[in-house]
T-cell receptor, first 109, second 116 residues
Framework: QQPVQSPQAVILREGEDAVINCSSS?????VHWYRQKHGEAPVFLMI?????EQKGHEKISASFNEKKQQSSLYLTASQLSYSGTYFC??????????FGDGTTLTVKP | NAGVMQNPRHLVRRRGQEARLRCSPM?????VYWYRQLPEEGLKFMVY????????ESGMPKERFSAEFPKEGPSILRIQQVVRGDSAAYFC??????????????FGPGTRLTVT
C-alpha cells in the first residue's frame, strides 16, 4: 500500500521553510526521499533507516518516527533550485520501495 | 563513475508491436528496479531484480510484460503487443548489494514510450 504524502502542493518565496510529510499504514524499515524536476529522473536526497541511521543531503533534514510510521522532510531557507516534486519511498524490508504520489514544491523569487 | 544508463531515451511503437527497454545499473550495483510514471503522477513500482533473479514482480501486469537481469548485460523490460495505455515514462533504478531497503536508489534518465 502506497504511503500518503501531504501537502499535495506548496508555494514558497525564496528563503521560506517547508515541511513535507509521508505516512504509511505499514511498519517501515526505511524511508527514502527523492526530488524530481519536470522531465528529469528522480534524484536521491535522503534515506532514513529504522534505528535512527540517516544518509543524505547536507542542506536537507528529515525525521522518521518509527512508531507512527511517519517521516517528514524539512526544507529550510528554500532556494529556487528546490522547486520540483518530492517523493517519499517506503520499504518494509522486502527491498521493494513503494512511492507516494508526490508533493509539488514551487519556490518563487 | 557512470550513472544508471537507459536506452533508448525515446521509443515510439505502433499498437501491437514489441517494446524493449534496457537498463545498465551503476558499476558495482546488483539490484535493479523498474518503475512506470504517467504524466503528472507518481512512480509506480513494477519489478525488483537481482542478477538472474526476479525478487518481486508484484507491480508487473500479468500479461505482456516481462523483465530480466541476466548474468551478463543490461536488465531488459519487455512489453509485448503494446497498447496506447502503455505510453509512459519507464524509469530504472539501481542500488548496491545488500538488503535493498538499506540503500538509496539511483535513477536512470528514463525511457519515454509512446504508442501510436
Amino acid at each position: 500500500q502506497q504511503p500518503v504524502q501531504s501537502p499535495q502542493a506548496v508555494i514558497l518565496r525564496e528563503g521560506e521553510d517547508a515541511v513535507i510529510n509521508c505516512s504509511s499504514s505499514k511498519a517501515l524499515y526505511s524511508v527514502h526521499w527523492y526530488r524530481q524536476k519536470h522531465g528529469e529522473a528522480p534524484v536521491f536526497l535522503m534515506i532514513l533507516l529504522k534505528g535512527g541511521e540517516q544518509k543524505g543531503h547536507e542542506k536537507i533534514s528529515a525525521s522518521f518516527n518509527e512508531k507512527k510510521q511517519q517521516s517528514s522532510l524539512y526544507l529550510t531557507a528554500s532556494q529556487l533550485s528546490y522547486s520540483g516534486t518530492y517523493f517519499c519511498g517506503t520499504d518494509t524490508n522486502a527491498g521493494k520501495s513503494t512511492f507516494g504520489d508526490g508533493t509539488t514544491l514551487t519556490v518563487k523569487p | 563513475n557512470a550513472g544508471v544508463m537507459q536506452n533508448p531515451r525515446h521509443l515510439v511503437r505502433r499498437r501491437g508491436q514489441e517494446a524493449r527497454l534496457r537498463c545498465s545499473p551503476m558499476k558495482g550495483h546488483s539490484h535493479v528496479y523498474w518503475y512506470r510514471q504517467l504524466p503528472e503522477e507518481g512512480l509506480k513500482f513494477m519489478v525488483y531484480l537481482q542478477k538472474e533473479n526476479i525478487i518481486d514482480e508484484s507491480g508487473m501486469p500479468k500479461e505482456r510484460f516481462s523483465a530480466e537481469f541476466p548474468k551478463e548485460g543490461p536488465s531488459i523490460l519487455r512489453i509485448q503487443q503494446v497498447v496506447r495505455g502503455d505510453s509512459a515514462a519507464y524509469f530504472c533504478a539501481s542500488s548496491p548489494p545488500g538488503t535493498g531497503g538499506n540503500y538509496e536508489q539511483y535513477f536512470g534518465p528514463g525511457t519515454r514510450l509512446t504508442v501510436t
